[in-house]
């Protein structure tokens, strides 16, 4: 009995013994068959191009196997070469009626702040809206669920980043069954703002940021508001940052711009559209070539409004054709694509590839009809978006057809499952890895490290991949040497702030420092900002030099040699043949600092035998005596001057020079106002650069009797006072549009009136005729609106004898010179005072009939900058 159960137990242990072992071997052979196929063991370069094939969605679920398959996906140099591959998969939102288990709501998952703590909706509540894509391959279409929910439009999408403007109470949801359009603006009594949402879909990334300024929305006008604000999201390579910019109108009507950067995520004011260049925001703002791209209206048009992501300054593009109803903008490529219908069969696409003198060049020409004989000829096909650089989708009603440009083929698109419908609208997107976050790149360590594996794998098949990573270790060092090299202790941005402090003769000498500080004073753009940051002077001529007039040190460091204007103009081959000239009659150039009421009066130590006959932004036009009717545009800080074509001849006393700039298109332009031997009014203007002159329409006759006070630039236009005395009115130019209109006065002006221009605005001073003792400044803000609004007023100016003669840029001051001795007064607004301003060194004040407003700055009317003499 006793054996028999020993044999019994023994049978049982061994037989569990053989189960542990067999156990065992199974564990061991599949660790031997995990082992020859562990992730360590596929080299990063061959990981790296298998990768690139992988859709998106299986991409990211790869980044969990391991953490050298997580690094390599989200490392720079992948990132980047995965999404410029991907192809355009556009959004459009979408109701479900039906409860959705385990949707992503976008609201939900931000983790609300402080001021929105709290929605009044769930993720599967009536009012949110599913993000959907349509995807199309080998000419079949499906539209995807992507899950995700949220309860405000997309309104922009730039390399596969959305931006989303949540809201607290969706006006659709209250008021209306009207579905929501992916353009819907932000704005309503029955809508409350919340926040800006950045995201990617695909990676479920998400950043909130703080809403801009709300534009004005008249009550009960919310489905107008679609006109009265802009979104667009664009990346800037340059600061390698991802842009928010924000156009809308203010309470006056004017279009104004402001930028979010998603580094600093705080809003920051930016110039806007010049007025009127932008009537409509009815269409979302197309990204293209480092700028965002307006068109200003439905149709039609003849240009795009386009904002630099890097510079973040407006430019107007002309279009190579008319814009209308049915064509589009479209990045296709990289590239902005213009494509204009030209007949309900025939489309034409253009391309623009970069800004600036870039022109468009015709790509394509389309015949649709004649491919695709069975499409409707009584409907235009209106383009969608491009699925990449080869292959164009256009729209018609709710079907969609696909143009091959490589086969010049057109086929329809099928739609798998559920089809478009008619008022659905397209956002174009690409899903990849965008981000916002800096990502890391490989360092040359990993990429040794590759090289190692690859020479330890060896074999011809890897010899190109070893060269390619030694040539980009290579690269990498040295972008590091240079980098170390061209370190300065200060960043350009914070030089540049300094300079622009400097006073002009200080920054000019700060040329000579470094190359780094040259290049920085050179720019135009830097240049542009110091005279628009620089008070104005008054600018006057003199028949005799400073050291003969006026006693005591000069003011300033002065140079030892003058610098004659027409010995310059003069070739040395022709000097002995120079024109006959009393040198008595030279003139010498100086302008008079007016700063806490104290007067200096320097020179440029110019001389020359014209008169100066106008000035505008730094520069000053000069009568060329070496040429009869001749002109000679001068900048007398860099010294820069050229001789103009000679005009029409005209007699001094009935004619007028002006000269202004045109920022429309970037020119200066000399204006030459007269009257003819019959005293008919003429006008002929030319364009600086240009050979001739051309004539324009001229003010009617009888407009304009006298030519003696000097026409005012400002808001736009050239303004004239007609006449001596009794002025009810003036005569303007407009500087882009090239024609004459009158603008009457609050008042009628007499003959010690003066209009001015006064920080930006056109203002008229004129005398109260009830109240000897005061003067009254009126302004017109703009040309649209002839609407004087009083400013200002001001008193002790000794009745009648006060001619104002220019206003300040900043601090709300007016320069008047007293008729009887040519004295000059200040009135300072702020201090409601007026005083006499002293000179210094006991210097005497010029005669006031040769008063001259300028401003001294390095501009050059050639656009590539200034250059200094």
Same mark, same amino acid.
């Given at each position: 009995?006793?054996?028999?159960?020993?044999?019994?137990?023994?049978?049982?242990?061994?037989?569990?013994?053989?189960?542990?072992?067999?156990?065992?071997?199974?564990?061991?052979?599949?660790?031997?068959?995990?082992?020859?196929?562990?992730?360590?063991?596929?080299?990063?370069?061959?990981?790296?191009?298998?990768?690139?094939?992988?859709?998106?969605?299986?991409?990211?679920?790869?980044?969990?196997?391991?953490?050298?398959?997580?690094?390599?996906?989200?490392?720079?140099?992948?990132?980047?070469?995965?999404?410029?591959?991907?192809?355009?998969?556009?959004?459009?939102?979408?109701?479900?009626?039906?409860?959705?288990?385990?949707?992503?709501?976008?609201?939900?998952?931000?983790?609300?702040?402080?001021?929105?703590?709290?929605?009044?909706?769930?993720?599967?509540?009536?009012?949110?809206?599913?993000?959907?894509?349509?995807?199309?391959?080998?000419?079949?279409?499906?539209?995807?669920?992507?899950?995700?929910?949220?309860?405000?439009?997309?309104?922009?999408?730039?390399?596969?980043?959305?931006?989303?403007?949540?809201?607290?109470?969706?006006?659709?949801?209250?008021?209306? =069954?009207?579905?929501?359009?992916? %353009?819907? +603006?932000?704005? #309503?009594?029955? !809508?409350?703002? *919340? /926040?800006?949402? @950045?995201?990617?879909?695909?990676?479920?990334?998400?950043?909130?940021?703080?809403?801009?300024?709300?534009?004005?929305?008249?009550?009960?006008?919310?489905?107008?508001?679609?006109?009265?604000?802009?979104?667009?999201?664009?990346?800037?390579?340059?600061?390698?940052?991802?842009?928010?910019?924000?156009?809308?109108?203010?309470?006056?009507?004017?279009?104004?711009?402001?930028?979010?950067?998603?580094?600093? =995520?705080?809003?920051?004011?930016? %110039?806007? +559209?010049?007025? #009127?260049?932008? !009537?409509?925001? *009815? /269409?979302?703002? @197309?990204?293209?070539?480092?700028?965002?791209?307006?068109?200003?209206?439905?149709?039609?048009?003849?240009?795009?409004?386009?904002?630099?992501?890097?510079?973040?300054?407006?430019?107007?593009?002309?279009?190579?054709?008319?814009?209308?109803?049915?064509?589009?903008?479209?990045?296709?490529?990289?590239?902005?694509?213009?494509?204009?219908?030209?007949?309900?069969?025939?489309?034409?696409?253009?391309?623009?590839?970069?800004?600036?003198?870039?022109?468009?060049?015709?790509?394509?020409?389309?015949?649709?009809?004649?491919?695709?004989?069975?499409?409707?000829?009584?409907?235009?096909?209106?383009?969608?978006?491009?699925?990449?650089?080869?292959?164009?989708?256009?729209?018609?009603?709710?079907?969609?057809?696909?143009?091959?440009?490589?086969?010049?083929?057109?086929?329809?698109?099928?739609?798998?499952?559920?089809?478009?419908?008619?008022?659905?609208?397209?956002?174009?997107?690409?899903?990849?890895?965008?981000?916002?976050?800096?990502?890391?790149?490989?360092?040359?360590?990993?990429?040794?490290?590759?090289?190692?594996?690859?020479?330890?794998?060896?074999?011809?098949?890897?010899?190109?991949?070893?060269?390619?990573?030694?040539?980009?270790?290579?690269?990498?060092?040295?972008?590091?040497?240079?980098?170390?090299?061209?370190?300065?202790?200060?960043?350009?941005?914070?030089?540049?702030?300094?300079?622009?402090?400097?006073?002009?003769?200080?920054?000019?000498?700060?040329?000579?420092?470094?190359?780094?500080?040259?290049?920085?004073?050179?720019?135009?753009?830097?240049?542009?900002?110091?005279?628009?940051?620089?008070?104005?002077?008054?600018?006057?001529?003199?028949?005799?030099?400073?050291?003969?007039?006026?006693?005591?040190?000069?003011?300033?460091?002065?140079?030892?040699?003058?610098?004659?204007?027409?010995?310059?103009?003069?070739?040395?081959?022709?000097?002995?043949?120079?024109?006959?000239?009393?040198?008595?009659?030279?003139?010498?150039?100086?302008?008079?600092?007016?700063?806490?009421?104290?007067?200096?009066?320097?020179?440029?130590?110019?001389?020359?035998?014209?008169?100066?006959?106008?000035?505008?932004?730094?520069?000053?036009?000069?009568?060329?005596?070496?040429?009869?009717?001749?002109?000679?545009?001068?900048?007398?800080?860099?010294?820069?001057?050229?001789?103009?074509?000679?005009?029409?001849?005209?007699?001094?006393?009935?004619?007028?020079?002006?000269?202004?700039?045109?920022?429309?298109?970037?020119?200066?332009?000399?204006?030459?106002?007269?009257?003819?031997?019959?005293?008919?009014?003429?006008?002929?203007?030319?364009?600086?650069?240009?050979?001739?002159?051309?004539?324009?329409?001229?003010?009617?006759?009888?407009?304009?009797?006298?030519?003696?006070?000097?026409?005012?630039?400002?808001?736009?236009?050239?303004?004239?006072?007609?006449?001596?005395?009794?002025?009810?009115?003036?005569?303007?130019?407009?500087?882009?549009?090239?024609?004459?209109?009158?603008?009457?006065?609050?008042?009628?002006?007499?003959?010690?009136?003066?209009?001015?221009?006064?920080?930006?605005?056109?203002?008229?001073?004129?005398?109260?005729?009830?109240?000897?003792?005061?003067?009254?400044?009126?302004?017109?803000?703009?040309?649209?609106?002839?609407?004087?609004?009083?400013?200002?007023?001001?008193?002790?100016?000794?009745?009648?004898?006060?001619?104002?003669?220019?206003?300040?840029?900043?601090?709300?001051?007016?320069?008047?010179?007293?008729?009887?001795?040519?004295?000059?007064?200040?009135?300072?607004?702020?201090?409601?005072?007026?005083?006499?301003?002293?000179?210094?060194?006991?210097?005497?004040?010029?005669?006031?009939?040769?008063?001259?407003?300028?401003?001294?700055?390095?501009?050059?009317?050639?656009?590539?900058?200034?250059?200094?003499?």
């Amino acid at each position: 009995m006793r054996t028999k159960r020993k044999s019994l137990i023994e049978e049982r242990y061994y037989k569990i013994k053989r189960a542990n072992m067999s156990f065992i071997s199974m564990v061991e052979e599949r660790v031997a068959k995990l082992q020859y196929s562990l992730v360590p063991y596929f080299p990063n370069d061959l990981m790296f191009r298998i990768f690139l094939l992988l859709p998106i969605k299986s991409l990211l679920r790869v980044t969990c196997v391991c953490k050298t398959w997580y690094k390599l996906i989200n490392c720079a140099e992948f990132v980047e070469a995965y999404n410029s591959q991907a192809q355009t998969t556009p959004i459009l939102l979408r109701r479900v009626n039906h409860e959705r288990p385990n949707i992503f709501h976008v609201e939900t998952e931000l983790n609300q702040s402080e001021n929105f703590s709290i929605f009044p909706f769930s993720s599967s509540g009536s009012s949110s809206k599913f993000i959907h894509f349509l995807e199309i391959e080998e000419s079949k279409g499906r539209i995807t669920d992507s899950n995700i929910s949220s309860s405000g439009p997309v309104v922009a999408a730039s390399n596969g980043l959305i931006l989303i403007i949540s809201l607290y109470r969706p006006y659709w949801t209250m008021s209306s =069954r009207r579905r929501p359009r992916l %353009d819907w +603006p932000l704005i #309503g009594n029955d !809508r409350k703002a *919340g /926040r800006l949402i @950045v995201m990617n879909p695909m990676t479920r990334k998400f950043i909130g940021l703080p809403l801009g300024t709300l534009p004005c929305t008249p009550a009960n006008h919310v489905h107008e508001s679609i006109n009265n604000e802009s979104y667009g999201l664009v990346f800037s390579h340059s600061k390698k940052a991802y842009k928010v910019v924000h156009l809308f109108k203010d309470k006056l009507g004017f279009i104004a711009c402001e930028i979010l950067s998603l580094q600093a =995520r705080s809003w920051k004011a930016v %110039d806007g +559209p010049s007025e #009127g260049l932008l !009537r409509q925001f *009815g /269409r979302a703002p @197309v990204s293209a070539i480092g700028a965002l791209h307006w068109i200003p209206e439905y149709s039609p048009s003849d240009y795009i409004v386009s904002m630099g992501a890097d510079d973040e300054k407006f430019t107007v593009t002309e279009l190579p054709k008319t814009l209308g109803i049915h064509d589009r903008l479209i990045e296709m490529g990289g590239f902005l694509s213009f494509v204009a219908s030209l007949d309900k069969g025939h489309i034409e696409v253009w391309i623009l590839k970069g800004l600036g003198r870039v022109e468009w060049v015709k790509q394509h020409s389309i015949h649709i009809d004649a491919i695709l004989g069975h499409v409707d000829n009584e409907e235009f096909s209106v383009p969608a978006f491009a699925l990449n650089a080869k292959e164009m989708v256009f729209r018609r009603r709710k079907q969609l057809y696909s143009y091959d440009f490589e086969h010049e083929e057109i086929r329809e698109i099928e739609m798998e499952g559920a089809p478009i419908t008619a008022h659905e609208s397209f956002l174009p997107h690409s899903n990849n890895l965008a981000t916002w976050e800096p990502l890391e790149r490989m360092s040359i360590e990993v990429m040794m490290m590759m090289m190692m594996m690859m020479a330890k794998s060896g074999g011809k098949k890897n010899s190109n991949l070893t060269r390619i990573v030694q040539e980009r270790a290579k690269m990498k060092a040295a972008e590091e040497e240079e980098k170390k090299k061209k370190q300065f202790p200060l960043t350009q941005d914070c030089v540049s702030c300094i300079l622009l402090r400097l006073p002009i003769d200080s920054l000019q000498r700060s040329t000579c420092v470094c190359k780094l500080w040259h290049r920085l004073i050179h720019n135009p753009a830097l240049i542009q900002s110091h005279a628009d940051r620089s008070e104005a002077v008054i600018l006057f001529q003199t028949s005799a030099p400073r050291s003969i007039l006026y006693s005591g040190p000069p003011a300033g460091k002065q140079q030892q040699a003058g610098f004659s204007v027409e010995d310059r103009l003069i070739e040395p081959s022709n000097f002995f043949n120079r024109p006959d000239i009393r040198p008595w009659s030279k003139l010498y150039i100086h302008f008079l600092e007016i700063s806490n009421g104290k007067g200096v009066i320097k020179d440029f130590n110019i001389s020359c035998f014209g008169k100066i006959v106008a000035s505008c932004n730094g520069l000053i036009l000069l009568e060329n005596q070496l040429k009869t009717g001749g002109l000679i545009l001068m900048n007398p800080v860099t010294r820069q001057l050229v001789a103009l074509p000679v005009g029409t001849i005209s007699v001094s006393s009935k004619r007028s020079y002006a000269i202004v700039f045109d920022s429309s298109t970037a020119e200066y332009k000399v204006v030459h106002l007269f009257h003819d031997g019959y005293d008919y009014p003429c006008c002929e203007i030319l364009v600086v650069g240009a050979r001739s002159w051309k004539m324009v329409d001229p003010p009617s006759y009888g407009l304009i009797s006298w030519f003696g006070y000097k026409p005012v630039s400002a808001i736009g236009a050239l303004h004239w006072l007609p006449h001596i005395d009794h002025n009810d009115y003036i005569v303007s130019m407009e500087t882009g549009e090239e024609k004459f209109k009158t603008i009457k006065l609050p008042k009628s002006g007499r003959t010690r009136d003066r209009i001015l221009e006064m920080g930006g605005f056109l203002c008229f001073a004129t005398h109260e005729e009830m109240e000897i003792d005061r003067i009254d400044i009126w302004a017109l803000k703009n040309l649209s609106d002839e609407n004087w609004t009083k400013i200002h007023y001001a008193r002790g100016c000794s009745g009648l004898e006060m001619i104002p003669t220019f206003g300040s840029r900043f601090g709300g001051k007016i320069i008047f010179t007293r008729d009887e001795d040519s004295t000059l007064y200040v009135y300072d607004f702020q201090l409601i005072s007026m005083s006499k301003i002293e000179m210094r060194n006991k210097e005497r004040c010029p005669s006031g009939d040769s008063y001259l407003p300028h401003v001294n700055s390095l501009v050059s009317w050639e656009k590539g900058g200034s250059k200094i003499d």
